[in-house]
């Protein structure tokens, strides 16, 4: 099992910058890919980016490429989001998400709300 907790959304204006953390325990975090999503009313979940267990590889949504950056540090067992230059349409729940090597296993955190004004 794998317990994830977001933190770090919040109120910005379009230009901003937000850093999202996800703290994981449960589980060696070394053997996790981990990853982020977005959701918005009446819509499907997205994938935003994502993380290999090693680091070495990264993804992102076309909509983020140069703007957000996906990190982790595995001695602290978290995972960030650094989102630059905001826009309205990022405004979103954000999802963190864990996937152990070798398994089809899902986890999701509870989600923090980031709200881009214009």
């Known amino acids: 099992q794998v317990q994830l907790v977001e933190s770090g959304g919040g109120l910005v204006q379009a230009g901003d910058s937000l850093r999202l953390s996800c703290a994981a325990s449960?589980?060696?975090?070394?053997?996790?890919?981990m990853g982020w999503y977005r959701q918005t009313p009446g819509k499907e979940r997205e994938f935003v980016a994502s993380i290999s267990w090693n680091g070495d590889s990264t993804r992102y949504v076309d909509s983020v490429k140069g703007r957000f950056t996906i990190s982790r540090d595995n001695a602290k067992n978290m995972v960030a989001l650094q989102m630059n230059s905001l826009k309205p349409d990022d405004t979103a729940i954000y999802y963190c998400?864990?996937?152990?090597?070798?398994?089809?296993?899902?986890?999701w955190g509870q989600g923090t709300q980031v709200t881009v004004s214009s």
């Open positions: 449960g589980r060696a975090f070394g053997s996790l890919h």
């Open positions: 998400h864990a996937s152990p090597r070798f398994s089809a296993l899902e986890y």
